[in-house]
């Protein structure tokens, strides 16, 4: 059983282009009451303050929308070269509101594909990483190298849910944990076989970092949690669910 | 600043019809590092084991399964007095899957309305709590009454996410705490106005507090969250969105 666990917001302070995000977590660290890192930590990184060190910047008046993007920008009153980038980021449109397309990119569905106009310099937006698992990766290399310590590193972004009010977590990108744990075969206090067997351990982790992250000029951009029992993977990915399986997608796409 | 929190599992042992679930907490408690109920402590319910203590259990044996479950059954493959219960229990069927249906119940949207096969005797289910909120509000009141401690109190269930793997938390009622904040109004490290400025606090704790339930037989149903700076509400309500405002169902029902 997992006894319980601690979270601590790492205040970097704002983070550039090119600068070392992996100094400025130690530095900050030890500015926390968890001091240093520690084997089994979990560090959680918001996807766009990261992306930013990435060089993951556009410049929108740079960007010359096509037709899909006037046509997308007119139907939901956004800029079309914001929708130029949002296509050109994404592998699916799925839809959208006044002032965000729905897009699917990879196993995420996300507002605007991730690319976000907050956090940016005035008439810039920021990207998603272009790989989130291989900046993980990267990451939990350099935590290694300078600290010895082995970690768990996830990429995190805000998401909304079907008829709820509000952002939070989910998971983009991990190394070092296995993101959807598989109960199959588990019983229940009843003996039981679980009807629900998967659990999205990562994207609940990202949920937890999200509460102190904010959304507002916290400029907390890293979380660690520590004490968590969580399963070690080397080379997990987080998987997606087949549309037809999906309760969301499926129903509604049976019921149209 | 939210400088950090830490996170409990509480494992009271199986709940049964009729049983004090909060004596039981405040038992189990002692068992942990957090030993007892501090001021501003956030405890999380699941919402399957409180509603068996307050009997909300129904006998599939006892369920006449009327023509539309029926139906239900046969498309979903699944147990036509099942479908009933989920009828009765829903406000609007919104599709399904083979095993499960997308029903809406107030401002959720779940798998089978909230209805629970797992960890109920065989051949029992168990409901929703009757009233999430209610229920919240009850025991933060015994809380209060027995220790003395203004505490927050979150009724939680798991939920699954478009197109992802696996389950996290969704709160489904509240009591003693704002379970939606709104950031309106505030500036991100720029300067310029948000532009997400809901954040779902008391889903993303249902996701922390769902890390340590599990959905196996882990018997721990409630969940301590201490030192997490919270906005106190004596009768928020968790709300929910239009569905025209909706990203997922907007975007869905405008392409359909």
């Known amino acids: 059983m997992n ?9 970097t302070g704002l983070l550039q282009p090119g600068d070392d ?11 926390t009451d968890a001091q240093t890192i520690a084997d089994n930590d979990i560090l959680l990184f918001a996807e766009s303050p990261l992306s930013t060190t990435e060089g993951r910047n556009i410049r929108l008046a740079d960007v010359v929308p096509g037709s899909q993007a006037e046509t997308l920008g007119k139907k939901y009153s956004l800029d079309p070269r914001l929708a130029q980038v949002v296509i050109d980021e994404s592998d699916r449109i799925l839809g959208g509101i006044p002032g965000f397309l729905l897009a699917s990119r990879g196993n995420l569905v996300l507002p605007n594909a991730g690319v976000d106009e907050s956090n940016a310099p005035d008439g810039w937006v920021t990207l998603l990483p272009k790989d989130a698992d291989a900046s993980a990766a990267r990451i939990r290399k350099e935590i290694r190298e300078r600290t010895g310590k082995e970690t768990a ?15 939070s977590g989910v998971a983009i990108g991990c190394s070092g944990i296995l993101p959807i744990t598989d109960e199959r075969g588990k019983a229940d206090l009843f003996g039981h076989e679980l009807q ?27 979380v660690l949690v520590r004490g968590y029992r969580y399963t070690f993977s080397e080379h997990a990915v987080i998987e997606s669910i087949a549309p037809e399986e999906d309760l969301f997608l499926g129903s509604l796409s049976r019921n149209g």
């Open 21 to 31: 995000i992996v100094d400025r977590v130690l530095t900050a660290l030890s500015a």
């Open 196 to 222: 629900v067997t998967r659990r999205a351990i990562a994207d609940s982790l990202a949920s937890t970092a999200e509460l102190l992250m904010g959304e507002a000029n916290e400029g907390v951009p890293v």
């Open 153 to 167: 590193v996830i990429i995190i972004d805000s998401r909304t849910h079907a008829m709820r009010l509000g952002v």
């Open 3 to 11: 006894p319980g666990f601690s979270v601590y917001g790492i205040s």
